[in-house]
């Protein structure tokens, strides 16, 4: 499933949400092509996804889910890939 968090993470003057999918990079990376969503705009296991783009990622169906549920079933996905690991 493809899942959205809130756009609450700033940078580069914008505020961004993270786009990640909870079965597999596969799922995630067709979505993001569908969706229009450049390659660059993926971090390690996330793409980051301007406000402005977030009501359109929910109408293509992702699922909007708060910040820390993102993270968990990321990680209980097993296809969290943090800052720094090696794997």
């Known amino acids: 499933m493809i899942l959205i968090d809130p756009p609450v993470w700033p940078g580069w003057g914008r505020v961004w949400s993270h786009l990640v999918s909870d079965e597999s ?3 995630l990376h067709a979505f993001a ?9 993926f971090d390690r296991d996330h793409y980051d996804v301007p406000s ?36």
């Open 25 to 27: 990079f596969e799922e």
């Open 33 to 41: 092509k569908a969706a229009g969503i450049p390659a660059k705009g």
């Open 52 to 87: 402005e783009l977030y009501d359109e990622m929910v109408a293509l169906g992702a699922l909007p889910v708060a910040s820390r549920v993102l993270v968990r079933r990321l990680i209980d996905s097993g296809l969290r890939h943090r800052k720094g690991s090696n794997d």
